[in-house]
């Protein structure tokens, strides 16, 4: 969302996404993500899951 400056509530209304969901993956906030969130996400932004996500190796 930050990279293509879209807001919040505009992919919420979108998606059908909650606000709270989308702000806690924008934020970092979330420990696991449902397959029908990134599924929505994926075909609203038009990318694949690699692209929405990113590995950190701690």
């Known amino acids: 969302m930050g990279a293509r400056r879209e807001k919040i509530t505009t992919v919420a209304k979108a998606t059908g996404l909650s606000r709270t969901t989308l702000t806690n993956l924008y934020y970092d906030r979330t420990v696991s993500v ?3 969130t990134i599924d929505k996400l994926c075909t609203y932004f038009g990318c694949n ?3 929405l ?3 950190e190796h701690k």
Request: with cysteine.
């Open 34 to 36: 449902s397959m029908i």
């Open 49 to 51: 899951v690699g692209d």
């Open 53 to 55: 996500f990113e590995c």
